[in-house]
């Protein structure tokens, strides 16, 4: 039996505590917080009546077979404990008097409700992409969700040779692989993949396509409940299987002795001993300044997320339009152009133009949470949200910004940086600064023994599955204990 630390409770950390657990190592989880979930954790928990709590992601589920594999393999189904509900249709709205309302399934069904919207040129074009990153995904599928990742080699390998490395087009960006879809509007609907990626169209890399026909493939989901509900069922898992989590544990560095780990140091001074440290958490580096991992980046992204009451007179007629019975539930609004609003995230200030996100909450109609990419220097000032407001406005999704029009809450990248412990605010790791860079993402090893990465920051990739498929490629590299009592990692 190993000792194994986990550094983060966020969903990577409490899959791989499931997973270690249920394999009967000892596990024990640190997390900073006086509550366990991370980025599944709600940063603003609402009143119960006029305010939904509200997290810093779109509560949304995609590619949910890891998911359902962790709780299959950790000692029973996930529908015994949570109901997955598709999601409802998006409808998005482009800067001119377009708009499409995508379902949330089907490849063939999103690129016709895309061409009704934008354009009968786009379904071709975009079947043929989602065509391209069907075959990539096939390449991709084992290295990205069954290996830890690594150096360059580690995708020549994985891929199987130099026809996966042509593929994978390494000096390609996702904008160039999107140029051929011939609507402005609907490449900008794509290029939030690669903003949720962590990084801008042109620096992504090219196999970023995958993510959003993953995505169409398998759905999109909801759970009831909101990702509160599935951090609870994470964390149930995870300490039924024998994890002890400890909570309000702030680490301070990690101890190593020639070059394996021996332990994590907390603020109190204690030591706590491990065989393993496996980091769900963002910027390692400070934890442990001789490990390689990213520092902060120019090109960061965060989040600012607004939380709204919105009188149903306020209701824009472009919604008004599309409303499908009685309300789309989510909204997108794509920028004018869509190149100078990717200019506009790579400084710290209030994007004139941008990419919003709008869900309204399952318990009002008149709650509505409203979500931007920014860069994660942004500082919030007094002109904030009422630029947001304003263009909502111009968009024609709120009639006004005035007359009852409430803000409930505000929060800035400052704001997500204190609440996720993580640099800048950043939401999915450094951002790079060109399509190769991006292949390099940190991997689930390091050249320190014994210590580990988890999460969506990882190579697996940034989103819920990934990080959730993380806990499983880290308990293959740790492996079973063996009969021996003798915890040294030599003998696991």
């Given at each position: 039996m190993a000792r194994v630390v986990v550094i983060g409770s966020g969903a990577g950390g409490l899959a791989t505590a499931a997973r270690l657990a249920t394999r009967r190592h000892d596990v024990v989880i640190l997390e900073s917080a006086a509550e366990p979930g991370g980025r599944l954790r709600p940063v603003l928990p609402g009143d119960g009546t006029t305010s939904p709590a509200v997290t810093l992601v779109p509560e949304i589920v995609t590619l949910p077979a890891p998911l359902r594999d962790l709780f299959n393999k950790t000692g029973g189904s996930l529908d015994d404990v949570l109901e997955l509900h598709p999601?409802?249709?998006?409808?998005?709205?482009?800067?001119?008097?377009?708009?499409?309302?995508?379902?949330?399934?089907?490849p063939s069904a999103i690129a016709a409700a895309l061409a009704d919207g934008f354009g009968a040129a786009v379904e071709p074009a975009y079947r043929q992409l989602m065509s391209e990153a069907a075959e990539l995904w096939q390449v991709l599928r084992?290295?990205?969700?069954?290996?830890?990742?690594?150096?360059?080699?580690w995708?020549?390998?994985?891929?199987?040779?130099?026809?996966?490395?042509?593929?994978?087009?390494?000096?390609?960006?996702?904008?160039?692989?999107?140029?051929d879809v011939p609507a402005e509007s609907v490449r900008a609907l794509l290029d939030l993949e690669a903003i949720d990626a962590g990084s801008l169209p042109t620096y992504a890399p090219a196999w970023t396509i995958t993510r959003p026909y993953v995505r169409a493939l398998f759905g999109e989901w909801t759970v009831p409940g909101g990702f509160a509900a599935l951090a609870a069922a994470l964390v149930d898992r995870a300490t039924a299987r024998g994890a002890t989590i400890r909570t309000d544990c702030h680490v301070t560095g990690i101890d190593v002795k020639g070059a394996r780990v021996t332990g994590v140091r907390l603020a109190n001074g204690d030591?706590?001993?491990?065989?393993?440290?496996?980091?769900?958490?963002?910027?390692?580096?400070?934890?442990?300044?001789?490990?390689?991992?990213?520092?902060?980046?120019?090109?960061?992204?965060?989040?600012?997320?607004?939380?709204l009451h919105v009188p149903s007179h306020h209701i824009g007629p472009r919604l008004r339009e599309r409303e499908v019975d009685g309300r789309p539930a989510r909204v997108t609004v794509l920028p004018a152009n869509r190149v100078a609003a990717a200019r506009e995230l790579m400084t710290p200030k209030m994007p004139t133009d941008a990419w919003v996100r709008i869900e309204r909450s399952f318990d009002s109609d008149e709650v509505w949470v409203v979500r931007m990419p920014v860069n994660a220097g942004y500082r919030v000032d007094d002109a904030t949200v009422p630029s947001v407001l304003r263009l909502l406005s111009d968009r024609g999704v709120l009639t006004s910004t005035t007359d009852g029009l409430r803000v409930l809450n505000a929060l800035s990248p400052a704001a997500v940086a204190a609440h996720l412990q993580t640099v800048g605010g950043r939401l999915s790791g450094a951002a790079r600064r060109s399509p190769r860079r991006g292949l390099l993402r940190p991997p689930?090893?390091?050249?320190?023994?014994?210590?580990?990465?988890?999460?969506?920051?990882?190579?697996g990739g940034p989103g819920l599955p990934y990080a959730i498929q993380s806990g499983e490629v880290i308990a293959e590299v740790i492996g079973r204990p063996r009969a021996s009592s003798d915890r040294s990692p030599d003998h696991i």
């Amino acid at each position: 039996m190993a000792r194994v630390v986990v550094i983060g409770s966020g969903a990577g950390g409490l899959a791989t505590a499931a997973r270690l657990a249920t394999r009967r190592h000892d596990v024990v989880i640190l997390e900073s917080a006086a509550e366990p979930g991370g980025r599944l954790r709600p940063v603003l928990p609402g009143d119960g009546t006029t305010s939904p709590a509200v997290t810093l992601v779109p509560e949304i589920v995609t590619l949910p077979a890891p998911l359902r594999d962790l709780f299959n393999k950790t000692g029973g189904s996930l529908d015994d404990v949570l109901e997955l509900h598709p999601a409802p249709e998006t409808l998005v709205l482009d800067a001119v008097d377009s708009s499409a309302l995508v379902p949330s399934v089907g490849p063939s069904a999103i690129a016709a409700a895309l061409a009704d919207g934008f354009g009968a040129a786009v379904e071709p074009a975009y079947r043929q992409l989602m065509s391209e990153a069907a075959e990539l995904w096939q390449v991709l599928r084992t290295p990205l969700l069954e290996t830890p990742g690594g150096s360059s080699r580690w995708l020549l390998d994985a891929a199987g040779g130099l026809r996966g490395l042509r593929l994978v087009r390494p000096q390609v960006s996702f904008a160039r692989a999107c140029s051929d879809v011939p609507a402005e509007s609907v490449r900008a609907l794509l290029d939030l993949e690669a903003i949720d990626a962590g990084s801008l169209p042109t620096y992504a890399p090219a196999w970023t396509i995958t993510r959003p026909y993953v995505r169409a493939l398998f759905g999109e989901w909801t759970v009831p409940g909101g990702f509160a509900a599935l951090a609870a069922a994470l964390v149930d898992r995870a300490t039924a299987r024998g994890a002890t989590i400890r909570t309000d544990c702030h680490v301070t560095g990690i101890d190593v002795k020639g070059a394996r780990v021996t332990g994590v140091r907390l603020a109190n001074g204690d030591v706590v001993p491990a065989d393993w440290v496996v980091a769900d958490i963002d910027g390692l580096e400070q934890l442990l300044p001789r490990i390689s991992d990213p520092g902060r980046s120019s090109l960061d992204l965060s989040t600012l997320v607004i939380v709204l009451h919105v009188p149903s007179h306020h209701i824009g007629p472009r919604l008004r339009e599309r409303e499908v019975d009685g309300r789309p539930a989510r909204v997108t609004v794509l920028p004018a152009n869509r190149v100078a609003a990717a200019r506009e995230l790579m400084t710290p200030k209030m994007p004139t133009d941008a990419w919003v996100r709008i869900e309204r909450s399952f318990d009002s109609d008149e709650v509505w949470v409203v979500r931007m990419p920014v860069n994660a220097g942004y500082r919030v000032d007094d002109a904030t949200v009422p630029s947001v407001l304003r263009l909502l406005s111009d968009r024609g999704v709120l009639t006004s910004t005035t007359d009852g029009l409430r803000v409930l809450n505000a929060l800035s990248p400052a704001a997500v940086a204190a609440h996720l412990q993580t640099v800048g605010g950043r939401l999915s790791g450094a951002a790079r600064r060109s399509p190769r860079r991006g292949l390099l993402r940190p991997p689930m090893t390091t050249d320190v023994g014994g210590l580990l990465r988890a999460g969506g920051g990882v190579v697996g990739g940034p989103g819920l599955p990934y990080a959730i498929q993380s806990g499983e490629v880290i308990a293959e590299v740790i492996g079973r204990p063996r009969a021996s009592s003798d915890r040294s990692p030599d003998h696991i």
